[in-house]
T-cell receptor
Framework: GAVVSQHPSRVICKSGTSVKIECRSL??????MFWYRQFPKKSLMLMAT?????????EQGVEKDKFLINHASLTLSTLTVTSAHPEDSSFYIC???????????FGPGTRLLVL | RKEVEQDPGPFNVPEGATVAFNCTYS??????FFWYRQDCRKEPKLLMS???SGNEDGRFTAQLNRASQYISLLIRDSKLSDSATYLC?????????????FGTGTRLTIIP
């Protein structure tokens, strides 16, 4: 069964609005979660590393003020796309390792369409 | 140069055939290696880890050559359900619990 869940699975919004995406680990605690983005026919690109109890670490070129990450608990990380624009339309996927010595499992993803 | 390079395909292979994918990576400090599969409009799912000694899981065999920085995946007796995009993935951590770097994927279609 799924070990990582995401909500919502799909979002359509108007340009300028903010969108929050939740990533939850199921039946395990995740001190670290990862947020990726995938554009059509492109590979997944890491956006940021979400750390429970501390600030997220952003990859080069990813605006931290636009993509707000909050890792409020050991089972929940949220990504908020602020003032979304059409170019932010993408497939956003989170992942988490089930423990410190394990490979990562991915959530089902959130498909964002900004009109 | 991309960190992880794969032939994008598409590979169109008849059912029952054997197919092989290759991947090269540029960061010699990479510590762990994986193959994920991604179905259309879905999240990636871990297929198998890849070890230097080579490892097999049913019809799937993966191989790693650290000296050449080359990873391979072999699928025997291919099934229709094997149709997907196969992603070569590397990580700087020994267990893959840190940043993952993905190749662009190789698209495989199994033909009845």
């Amino acid at each position: 069964g799924a070990v990582v869940s995401q909500h919502p699975s799909r979002v359509i919004c108007k340009s300028g609005t903010s969108v929050k995406i939740e990533c939850r680990s199921l039946d395990f605690q995740a001190t670290t979660m990862f947020w990726y983005r995938q554009f059509p026919k492109k590979s997944l690109m890491l956006m940021a590393t979400s750390n429970e109890g501390s600030k997220a670490t952003y990859e080069q070129g990813v605006e931290k003020d636009k993509f707000l990450i909050n890792h409020a608990s050991l089972t929940l990380s949220t990504l908020t796309v602020t003032s979304a624009h059409p170019e932010d339309s993408s497939f956003y996927i989170c992942s988490a390792p089930t423990d410190s010595r394990a490979a990562q499992y991915f959530g089902p993803g959130t498909r964002l369409l900004v009109l | 140069r991309k960190e992880v390079e794969q032939d994008p395909g598409p590979f169109n292979v008849p059912e029952g055939a054997t197919v092989a994918f290759n991947c090269t990576y540029s960061n010699s400090a990479s510590q762990s290696f994986f193959w994920y599969r991604q179905d259309c409009r879905k999240e990636p799912k871990l297929l198998m880890s890849v070890y230097s000694s080579g490892n097999e899981d049913g019809r799937f065999t993966a191989q790693l050559n650290r000296a050449s920085q080359y990873i391979s995946l072999l699928i025997r007796d291919s099934k229709l359900s094997d149709s997907a995009t196969y992603l070569c993935v590397v990580s700087p951590s020994p267990f893959g619990n840190e940043k993952l770097t993905f190749g662009t994927g190789t698209r495989l279609t199994i033909i009845p």
